[in-house]
């Protein structure tokens, strides 16, 4: 192989994503750990959402979830809000979830922002 068909083949790998999210999987973590504060369909509504000091975020709201980069929803899932300056009532779930999980769950939130 020529030498440009190898540098072809490693930008095509490094555009697509290191593995595919089973959506409909992740959902059903969302729903588990996440649906009491940010609700089923992400709109911050969920049962417990009223007993916390900041309303949770919305994540059908395209314009606000659109200024959050993937990492600082990596990180607030992961470290909790604090550790990128947002509500202390967002809990860090790095002893329940692995990266790879988090990372589907940031993957899954953003399809809830739909335009």
């Known amino acids: 192989m020529r030498p440009t068909g190898i540098v072809f083949v490693l930008i095509v790998a490094t ?6 999210t089973d959506l409909a999987a992740t959902k059903k973590e969302f729903v588990r750990f996440c649906s009491k504060c940010h609700g089923t369909e992400g709109k911050g509504d969920g049962p417990q959402a009223d ?3 900041t309303k949770p975020r919305d994540f059908t ?5 659109k200024a959050m980069t993937d990492d600082t929803i990596f990180t607030a899932i992961k470290d909790g809000g604090e550790a ?18 988090i990372h589907d769950l940031v993957a899954y939130v953003r ?5």
């Open 61 to 65: 709201d395209c314009a606000r979830m």
């Open 15 to 20: 555009a697509l994503p290191a593995a595919a």
């Open 111 to 115: 399809t809830l922002c739909k335009q």
């Open 51 to 53: 007993a916390l000091t």
């Open 84 to 101: 990128v300056h947002l509500s202390k009532d967002m809990p860090a779930w790095k002893d329940g979830m692995d990266d790879d999980e």
